[in-house]
């Protein structure tokens, strides 16, 4: 039997602005590091609305992003200290906000909450398009 070897990566940190093009770079590198190139836009993308949300609506700006390689994509998830859910709605397009749930459900195969013991855990599945050789 096969043994496992995909890969997780785990960064802890404390949300600001500033940090999330830093953030997003990082996310770039792993998944480049694990040859899923093709899915480092949308990642970018995902992983930096759950940590907006964490910055602008959770009372501490702590949290964790765990990166893990899947055998058809990867699976990413932010989890923060506090239990209020994310809530997607149709988006305004003339607001300056509030699009940033709707736009990652529209862009991961799947995605969920899971309530924790110390708050809640976000996550995100995305999918690598099948390449025929």
């Known amino acids: 039997m096969a043994e496992n070897t995909w890969q997780r990566y785990e960064l802890r940190l404390r949300v600001h602005p500033q940090t999330l093009a830093d953030v997003r770079r990082a996310v770039g590198a792993r998944l480049r590091l694990w040859g899923r190139d093709e899915l480092i836009t949308a990642a970018a993308m995902c992983v930096?609305?759950?940590?907006?949300?964490?910055?602008?609506h959770?009372?501490?700006?702590?949290?964790?992003?765990?990166?893990?390689?899947?055998?058809?994509?990867?699976?990413?998830?932010?989890?923060?200290?506090?239990?209020?859910?994310?809530?997607?709605?149709?988006?305004?397009?003339?607001?300056e906000s509030g699009r940033g749930m709707f736009l990652l459900s529209k862009t991961a195969h799947t995605w969920g909450t899971d309530l924790t013991p110390t708050g809640k855990t976000v996550w995100f599945t995305l999918r690598a398009e099948a390449v025929d050789p």
């Not at 940590?51 to 602008?56: E, G």
Request: net charge negative; with cysteine; hydrophobic share 40%.
């Open 48 to 56: 930096t609305e759950l940590l907006s949300n964490v910055h602008k």
């Open 58 to 95: 959770a009372a501490s700006p702590d949290c964790v992003l765990a990166l893990e390689e899947r055998p058809h994509g990867i699976y990413a998830a932010v989890s923060d200290s506090e239990s209020g859910l994310p809530v997607v709605k149709e988006p305004d397009f003339l607001s």
